[in-house]
Each structure stands twice: as structure tokens, then as C-alpha cells.
């Protein structure tokens, strides 16, 4: 299972860290994807991580402001988001897969919004 946490409402600039927690399996075996999906679009990918903590990999659109990390120790994946604009705004979702590109990811959290006002 995985659960997200620390989505929130801010302003335009300012930043925030979600956190995804898995539990009921290996965790250090799965790579870690961010997905987010705006109201009326598609999912989209945000960034992705490895077993190994360097092997990371982000969208265009997030690759200067965003920064992925993970602790295996604490199972968790984390999402660090600065300069936060209003094209942001999404419902943010964990996914693991064991493959480094799935074409489907295998496991999914519930999410958690995202609202950035400017």
C-alpha cells in the first residue's frame, strides 16, 4: 500500500514536501514515481527514483523546481516542490513498479491535492 501525505493550499512561490509511505512489501526493490493530474487532464509524470537513491529522472516542466529523494529505512518517498506556480494545481499520486519504465506502474496511492494560488 501506498499513502500520501502533505499536500496543502499555498501561494504562488512558496513550497511544499509531500510524502509517500509504503508499507506490506520490499520497498528498496521498487522505483518510486510522483504522477499528478489537473482537473478535465491526464495524468502526467512528475519525477521518478530508483533502488539506488542518485538514479532520478523529471519531467521538463518540474526538473529545476522539484527534487525527489527516498529513505528506505522509513519506507518512505519523498517530493520536495519549491517555487510552486498555479499550474501545479493537481491531485499528486505515488506509484512503485519494480521496472525502471513500466509501461503501467503497479502499485498506486489515493493522492493528495495540490492547490496553488497566485
Known amino acids: 500500500q501506498l499513502a500520501e501525505s502533505g499536500g496543502g493550499l499555498v501561494e504562488a512561490g512558496d513550497s511544499l514536501r509531500l510524502s509517500c509511505a509504503a508499507s506490506?512489501?520490499?520497498?528498496?526493490?521498487?522505483?518510486m514515481g510522483w504522477f499528478r493530474q489537473a482537473p478535465g487532464k491526464e495524468r502526467d509524470f512528475v519525477a521518478k527514483?530508483?533502488?539506488?537513491?542518485?538514479?532520478?529522472y523529471y519531467a521538463d516542466s518540474v526538473k529545476d523546481r522539484f527534487s525527489i529523494s527516498r529513505d528506505n529505512a522509513k519506507n518512505t518517498v519523498y517530493l520536495q516542490m519549491n517555487s510552486l506556480q498555479p499550474e501545479d494545481t493537481a491531485v499528486h499520486y505515488c506509484?512503485?513498479?519494480?521496472?525502471?519504465?513500466?509501461?503501467?506502474?503497479?502499485?498506486w496511492g489515493q493522492g493528495t491535492q495540490v492547490t496553488v494560488s497566485s
Open positions: 506509484a512503485a513498479d519494480p521496472s525502471w519504465s513500466p509501461r503501467h506502474y503497479t502499485y
Open positions: 527514483i530508483g533502488w539506488i537513491r542518485d538514479r532520478t
Open positions: 506490506g512489501g520490499t520497498f528498496s526493490n521498487l522505483v
